[in-house]
T-cell receptor, first 114, second 112 residues
Framework: GAGVSQTPSNKVTEKGKYVELRCDPISGHTALYWYRQSLGQGPEFLIYFQGTGAADDSGLPNDRFFAVRPEGSVSTLKIQRTERGDSAVYLC????????????FGPGTRLTVL | QKEVEQNSGPLSVPEGAIASLNCTYSDRVSQSFFWYRQYSGKSPELIMSIYSNGDKEDGRFTAQLNKASQYVSLLIRDSQPSDSATYLCAVGEIQGAQKLVFGQGTRLTINP
């Protein structure tokens, strides 16, 4: 079946602009996760959803970052007033809700803030 | 602050040999452990999960978990040049849906 998809694959924006990154999880996966990865580092957790609600948003760095998942499937990560330090690869993953929930990653969105 | 530590490498192993990758974690209550492989410019790909003490084998890969020592390792037998990648260790507190804490990854190079 289809894996996790993310769009766009690359996004270049200017400092101060607003961006939206989209994630479409594996069909049937009710849990969805956002991570970001800087060069030479492991992925860093941002937020995860169970269905439509954010079950854990403890990794969001500040209030410029916000994510939604209004229908329990596709999710959008929104970043306001982007800063150069926001440049990274934003990874989305999905998993089943219960049991031993293994997370499967999408291809990522490379965000560059000039 | 929960931490997952890996030697960043690079680890260089001759083709056909066993590659051994190690990971330690700080949170004693951790229940789930994962190894991901990440090729340059690509996203992480899950290769092994382990939840109980001992060994778990899948093809050329063996994951080993020792909760008392807070240590998890990945062995790759008969290493191939295609195994050259960064290997990420990830740890979770429970066995369900949750945030994972990742190490910084170990860069592995298999030399033909």
């Amino acid at each position: 079946g289809a894996g996790v998809s993310q769009t766009p694959s690359n996004k270049v924006t200017e400092k101060g602009k607003y961006v939206e990154l989209r994630c479409d999880p594996i069909s049937g996966h009710t849990a969805l996760y956002w991570y970001r990865q800087s060069l030479g580092q492991g992925p860093e957790f941002l937020i995860y959803f169970q269905g439509t609600g954010a079950a854990d948003d403890s990794g969001l760095p500040n209030d410029r970052f916000f994510a939604v998942r209004p229908e329990g499937s596709v999710s959008t990560l929104k970043i306001q007033r982007t800063e150069r330090g926001d440049s990274a690869v934003y990874l989305c993953a999905s998993s089943r809700a219960g049991g031993r929930s293994e997370q499967f990653f999408g291809p990522g969105t490379r965000l560059t803030v000039l | 602050q929960k931490e997952v530590e890996q030697n960043s490498g690079p680890l260089s192993v001759p083709e056909g040999a066993i590659a051994s990758l190690n990971c330690t974690y700080s949170d004693r209550v951790s229940q789930s452990f994962f190894w991901y492989r990440q090729y340059s410019g690509k996203s992480p790909e899950l290769i092994m999960s382990i939840y109980s003490n001992g060994d778990k084998e899948d093809g050329r890969f063996t994951a080993q978990l020792n909760k008392a020592s807070q240590y998890v390792s990945l062995l790759i037998r008969d290493s191939q040049p295609s195994d050259s990648a960064t290997y990420l260790c990830a740890v979770g507190e429970i066995q369900g849906a949750q945030k994972l804490v990742f190490g910084q990854g170990t860069r592995l190079t298999i030399n033909p």
